[in-house]
């Protein structure tokens, strides 16, 4: 393809574009689209689907006093939210914000590499679906679950109930877009934890080590429209985007208990009720999981943390910024 006019505009742009150029340059030769997909014939029926200690109740005696065709079966249905989890990051979270940024919706985002690579991570992000929904029905498949129904993702109904509670439209995009920003920094540490495990079966590592190579790029892009957005933005959209993106990370690191409420009642499985509630009440947001530096670093930088009530905003939440 013709990047006359993109190598000439990367030749000359600031730090951040010459950052993005780069990252637009490799893509054909990073992107997993249209490489050989994971082969599902390594489905090993005998390796576990998921690992225990992502699951959000491994410690509770209801979960380790279950049998071992029910532990599997949870840790199958663990694997499906994981996947199921992926698929709202992608379709309900980046992709809005994606589709903002081409209609030129969002400030200091209009140059022409931005929007390339947006685009780009658009064609990837379609390509994650298809992954993680074809692992997802290899393994209902193969694990006699075609039947169980997840429902939405707190990451998604929090951040639509948000959305509602104000009216300007750079409110309701800024949401969008400060969840994607935490969502896609996150997401590969969130995809880590499966990618570098050897306990589980190959299939399942196989397609979320597939998906992370191109999230450790997404990091990177959104890392960097983050900063020339902000250089865009008043003093009051700055306090407003510090707000949301603390808010953000606490959705992320949600532990959606209604959703594994839902799927234990359909697994059966006895005293679920006194599992979810026992847990729920210790701890419903898992912000000890979660990284919060590059996204602490990346406010730091590009001075959203220049006032003490902007780190307020994030201390208040007990997300640490040291
Ligand atoms: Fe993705
Ligand atoms: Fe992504």
Redesign the pocket.
């Known amino acids: 393809m013709n990047n006359f006019l993109i190598d000439n505009i990367s030749n000359h742009g600031n730090n951040s574009i010459k950052v993005l150029s780069t990252i637009h340059h490799s893509w054909r030769q990073r992107s997993i689209v249209g490489k050989e997909p994971p082969d599902y014939l390594k489905y090993d029926i005998n390796k576990p689907d998921f690992i225990e200690e992502l699951l959000p109740f491994s410690d509770h005696y209801v979960f380790k006093e279950l049998n071992d065709l029910n532990k599997s079966r949870v840790l199958s249905c663990g694997w499906l939210i994981y996947n199921q989890k992926t698929v709202c990051?992608?379709s309900d979270i980046?992709t809005p914000s994606c589709n903002d940024i081409l209609n030129n919706k969002i400030p200091g985002l209009s140059s022409p590499i931005i929007h390339k690579l947006v685009c780009e991570?658009l064609v990837?992000?379609a390509f994650?679906i298809l992954l993680v929904k074809n692992a997802n029905l290899i393994c209902q498949y193969k694990r006699d679950l075609k039947n169980i129904t997840l429902g939405d993702f707190s990451l998604k109904n929090n951040l639509q109930h948000e959305q509602q509670n104000y009216q300007q439209e750079w409110q309701k995009i800024l949401i969008q877009l400060a969840t994607s920003i935490v969502s896609?920094i996150f997401?590969s540490d969130y995809l880590d934890q499966l990618s570098s495990n050897n306990e589980i079966q190959p299939f399942n590592k196989a397609t979320v080590s597939a998906h992370r190579s191109?999230?450790l790029a997404?990091s990177k892009i959104f890392t960097e429209i983050t900063k020339q957005m902000v250089i865009k933005l008043d003093d009051i959209q700055k306090e407003f985007l510090v707000k949301m993106l603390a808010q953000s990370v606490l959705w992320f690191a949600n532990k959606d208990f209604d959703l594994w409420n839902r799927v234990l009642v359909q697994l059966n499985i006895k005293n679920n009720r006194v599992l979810i509630n026992d847990c729920r009440a210790n701890n419903e947001i898992g912000l000890d999981k979660i990284d919060c530096s590059d996204l602490i670093e990346l406010c730091k930088n590009v001075g959203l943390f220049d006032k003490d009530s902007s780190k307020q905003i994030f201390s208040d939440l007990n997300i640490k910024i040291q």
């Open positions: 990051i992608e980046v991570t990837d992000e994650h896609e997401v191109d999230e997404h």
